[in-house]
């Protein structure tokens, strides 16, 4: 009784009033389509002219509190779940599910992915369309069966698939037995943050990083990464000093950012610096980056040098928990909610949420 | 007492059709004719029945009930919303809802649909203000069903008064109001959306089309809708000032919706605007409130400019021919509005405004000065 498929068709064979109830839901079942993957474009070609499914009062819709048929066009990936259950839990009783392609049925291209979800144990599917993609003709049959079940109150399927042995068919003789690939897995073993210094032909940034490594006098070491890149390793004591000593020609921040590097069980902080009221240096990005321990993410703020630095590390708070002391807004989210904890570290677990069927929705 | 007073006030006021009221020639033999009894008379005797049915033919009430009201409206809808699909399909190469009834061209779809929307869950979502969410669609009924008292349709009518145009286009006025308070009531962002496009083409087109309106009032020299009629006997408005028939047939697509201004309910933008939230039967009575309006002002646009219900008398039909002849004049502007849906894209929200504060206000002015040359020339 609690499965709403069988509860719909309860209630429209329920009454006096069931032989209308049952023939306005047959000849006006409005689609909402859940356009994932590419049994769209069979869908459009399904209401378009040819084969203009509208002839049996079908309509597709994009909304679903006016509908009361889903078409699950393709691959329901986890995020797509959530979608799926949503407009489902929208749509007015009695309602239908149809589900196209192989990607529905199965998993089907995709059967082995880490991010698939069958459409099944989200929400009660009436029918499924096979095919990759079902052409139009097996959607409209798709929908002629949903018809046929509203009416007569029991599903019947409409084909039956003889299983065929390749090796009767082809006259193979050794059968090898064969295995699916496994899902390639790529993971290096200690990635590094390669930044080194190259040769290019920049006359200008070659004689103003020796001024720059003059200037710094040990503080910090620059060097030239790329045409018009400079880049300046230094330590976070030291960092403020270079700070100061590089805000005579540069005014403002371009970027903060934080590098995770979780294996070797550190930050690199780097800020990107520039120049909008110097003309030769205005192409001229300078980043100061230097390393910090993950498990003291303390460093000197830049905000009384570069004051546009203030929203950007508070930012970098919001996502990698680094606090740069001497900010006067640290220690309040701005970005996400509040009891998110820095999410782009690489140790973040990602909450996995549940709609499967029966199960509890938010 | 009263009922007998009733009684007889309603039989002085009857409609007059022959061959629903007077005698029938049955057959004639020799020098005698057998007349059959006219429905009204049959039932003279009866109680309850012969109240009844004078009520009905009184001719007020027939007027609200018949034509150019209750019946006629559900009429226009029944036939207008399977059209408009069925001239999409054909404009598309399709063949449009068929299967339902396939000898009669799937005319029932509506019918289907209508059942269906009956039968399903009406949700009221946890955000919406509950008892407004459930009002406003049925209070959206009196600023539509209001403008017929006023408008006439030949000899039944239900009011006869000089003002009928402007108290007609004051009640029309009123609808999006209600469209408003709906997309209010409905308390989600998309229907906030669509309330707001609402608010903005209401201040685009109401000037122009009141403007409009009121120079054809001007020009006639009178808003009785009998005398603007008799006016038109020999030329119909749209020839006297066509200015002002173009800014009121371009104001009633804006005003109603339709394409190229359908704006407030876009649904590929902002799902159905302020109907968004609706469900099941509720949203079936909102979706028709456009086409309703749409008839509303097409009986106005008839009356004002197409010379209302002048047309050949045919004697059998008595009062209703006239009212008959304005009712097509109407369902022919509906069918013409709905039409744009097939051939017409949907201009953006800036653009309609644009066109109704400029273009559409001069052209308005401008037939207000045609309207009052009209009159100081005493042409009418």
């Known amino acids: 009784m609690n499965d709403p498929n069988i509860k719909n068709i309860k209630f429209l064979h329920s009454g006096l009033l069931s032989p209308v109830k049952k023939w306005g839901a047959k000849w006006s079942l409005w689609a909402v389509h859940l356009v994932t993957s590419c049994c769209g474009v069979e869908l459009a070609h399904t209401y378009a002219s040819g084969y203009d499914a509208e002839r049996w009062g079908t309509l597709n819709f994009g909304m679903m509190r006016q509908t009361n048929l889903i078409i699950v066009e393709g691959t329901i990936s986890k995020k797509m779940a959530k979608a799926l259950r949503m407009t489902w839990e929208q749509m007015p009783d009695p309602k239908f599910v149809i589900v196209m392609g192989a990607c529905g049925l199965e998993g089907g291209l995709f059967w082995n992915s880490y991010h698939i979800v069958k459409p099944s144990e989200i929400v009660p599917v009436d029918y499924f369309v096979p095919g990759c993609p079902p052409t139009p003709e097996g959607l409209m049959r798709g929908i002629l069966a949903l018809q046929k079940k509203i009416e007569s109150g029991e599903a019947k399927a409409t084909a039956k698939y003889q299983p065929v042995r390749l090796e009767e068919v082809l006259e193979i003789k050794e059968v090898k037995e064969r295995k699916p690939p496994k899902s390639p897995v790529k993971i290096a073993e200690k990635p590094e943050i390669k930044i080194e210094p190259r040769d290019v032909e920049w006359e200008f940034g070659k004689s103003f990083v020796d001024e720059l490594n003059q200037k710094l006098a040990g503080a910090g070491e620059a060097f030239i990464t790329d045409v018009n890149r400079v880049y300046i390793r230094t330590t976070k004591e030291r960092f403020l000093e270079v700070a100061e000593k590089l805000s005579e020609d540069f005014d403002h921040v371009k970027s903060v950012n934080v590098i995770d590097v979780i294996h070797e069980d550190k930050f690199i902080v780097e800020y990107t610096v520039s120049s909008y009221s110097s003309k030769e240096l205005m192409p001229v990005l300078v980043t100061i980056s230097a390393e910090i321990p993950r498990s003291n993410p303390r460093f000197p703020s830049v905000i009384d040098i570069w004051p546009s630095a203030d929203y950007q590390e508070r930012e970098m708070y919001d996502f990698f928990g680094v606090w740069f002391e001497n900010n006067p807004a640290m220690g309040e989210k701005f970005l996400i909610a509040p009891e998110v904890e820095t999410p782009l570290r690489k140790d973040f677990k990602i909450p996995q949420p549940n709609y499967v069927l029966g199960g509890e929705s938010e | ?380």
């Open chain 2, 1 to 380: 007492m009263c009922y007998n007073e009733l009684l007889s006030m309603f039989r002085e006021n009857l409609v007059h059709i022959p061959f629903l009221t007077d005698k029938i020639l049955l057959f004639q033999y020799g020098g005698s004719a057998v007349y059959g009894n006219p429905l009204v008379n049959v039932f003279a005797n009866v109680p309850i029945l012969n109240f009844i049915l004078a009520a009905i033919f009184w001719r007020p009430l027939f007027a609200m009930l018949f034509i150019p009201g209750l019946v006629a409206i559900m009429l226009v809808l029944g036939i207008i919303i399977w059209l408009e699909r069925k001239m999409t399909a054909k404009v598309q190469w399709r063949y449009g809802p068929l299967e339902v009834s396939r000898p009669i061209g799937g005319i029932i779809q509506p019918l289907a649909d209508g059942m269906r929307y009956l039968f399903q869950e009406v949700i009221v979502h946890g955000e919406a203000h509950r008892p407004y969410f459930l009002q406003f669609p049925l209070i959206s009924f009196l600023p539509v069903l209001l403008p017929i008292l006023v408008i006439p349709a030949g000899a039944i009518y239900a009011i006869r008064t000089p003002y009928a145009i402007p108290i007609a286009i004051a009640l029309v006025a009123l609808i999006p109001i209600v469209l408003i308070a709906i997309g209010w009531a409905s308390n989600s962002k998309y229907a906030y959306i669509g309330s707001m496009r609402e608010v903005f083409m209401y201040f685009a087109y109401e000037i122009a089309m009141i403007i409009a309106a009121m120079a054809m009032v001007v020009a006639y020299g009178s808003g009785d809708a009998f005398v603007i009629v008799q006016k038109q006997s020999l030329i119909p408005g749209i020839l006297i000032n066509p200015f002002a028939c173009l800014v009121f047939f371009v104001a009633t697509a804006m005003a109603t919706a339709r394409f190229p201004f359908e704006i407030p309910d876009a649904d590929s933008e902002v799902v159905f605007g302020p109907f968004v939230e609706y469900t099941g039967i509720i949203f079936g009575v909102v979706m028709t409130l456009a086409y309703e309006k749409l008839y509303i002002l097409s009986l106005l646009l008839s009356i004002l400019f197409l010379g209302g219900w002048n047309g050949p008398y045919i004697v059998w039909l008595g009062d209703l021919s006239p009212a008959i002849w304005l009712f097509i004049k109407a369902f022919v502007l509906v069918v013409i509005f709905v039409f744009f849906r097939t051939v017409y894209g949907r201009y953006r929200l800036d653009q309609a405004v644009r066109a109704g504060w400029s273009s559409l206000l001069a052209l308005s002015f401008v037939s207000l000065g045609v309207g009052v040359c009209i009159a100081s020339a005493g042409w009418f």
